[in-house]
């Protein structure tokens, strides 16, 4: 069994780790990402005695994973300082000198979650993180979806909930469901993290409902055989109900399905890889790197 690396490329922290083709994850390490010259160090440090054949990146973005570009394998527009503008598989790539699969984190996770977690076995699926920020990764037919970029899929427009006032965090588009329902719009509009209300706090139910206006978005054009919500604020267990209840009133009875209807619950559920997910996927893509994929 071939040794593979893996990133999961954070805002917040680096993973890094090893594993193997079937997605087991061998050993793994974090620290919080810094600038991209010390974060990159010691990514470079922890992988230069691993003798890895391919390593697959699942960034933070927006990113430029489109092989040919002249910014393939760049962080792109990001409002992380110092990332900007930062080749990102340049610099891992070519210090390690191995095949490098790179895409965004969130399709990173929903690679792995289609090939070996809770979506094995389907023909597509959709993973959404909500924390820091919101974002979305899909398969369809097998493969991951691109277009001119990546899908962005946390910065769609969602009906503001009636008794919502908060303006908004996101820097870009102020409303957006990223701006809406990440995890500082949580604390900001509440005045404290999402972590420390209480499962009954009404902050669930405006959750809830910004989660399944987002929902019944991707599931009416996308129509995705699963969707795996996962993510820091999808911790808290109380929101699957009260998301599934929404939606369901949302679609209106429109789109007649069980997977809609009484399976709802099986249809959107938490991650099965759990804190391995994002890991996994980028083991996902260093295995399709070296494929020559």
Not at 221 to 233: D, N, W, Y
Request: proline share 7%; aromatic share 8%.
């Amino acid at each position: 069994m071939k040794l593979l690396g893996a990133i999961e490329a954070g805002g917040t922290k680096f993973v890094c780790g090893t594993g193997t083709e079937d997605g087991t994850v061998t050993d793994r390490v974090s620290f919080p990402t810094t600038t991209p010259e010390e974060t990159i160090g010691q990514v470079l440090e922890y992988f230069v005695d691993k003798k890895i054949e391919a390593i697959g990146i699942g960034s933070f973005g927006p990113i430029d994973p489109v092989p040919g570009s002249p910014t393939y394998g760049y962080i792109t527009t990001t409002p992380k300082p110092h990332w900007g503008g930062y080749n990102l598989v340049g610099a891992v790539g070519g210090a390690l000198n191995v095949p490098v699969g790179f895409d965004t984190d969130v399709n990173g996770a929903a690679l792995g979650e289609s090939l070996w977690g809770a979506a094995q076995g389907l023909d597509s699926c959709l993973y959404i993180t909500v924390g820091t920020g919101i974002g979305a990764g899909a398969v369809v037919g097998g493969k991951l979806v691109h277009g001119l970029s990546h899908p962005e899929m946390g910065h769609i427009y969602v009906r503001r909930h009636p008794d919502d006032r908060y303006e908004g965090f996101c820097p870009y588009h102020n409303d957006c469901l990223e701006g809406l329902a990440a995890g500082p719009a949580i604390g900001k509009r509440w005045g404290l993290p999402a972590g420390e209300l209480p499962a009954d706090h009404p902050a669930w139910a405006m959750e809830a409902h910004y989660l399944a206006h987002a929902l019944m978005n991707y599931t009416l054009i996308l129509s995705p055989q699963r969707i795996v919500m996962g993510g820091g604020v999808m911790k808290q267990q109380q929101l699957f109900p009260l998301i599934h209840a929404e939606l369901q009133k949302l679609l209106a009875g429109y789109v007649q399905h069980p997977a809609l209807g009484t399976d709802i619950g099986s249809y959107i559920v938490p991650p099965q890889l759990g804190d391995n997910a994002g890991l996994a996927g980028a083991l996902g893509l260093a295995r399709q790197a070296l494929a020559g994929e």
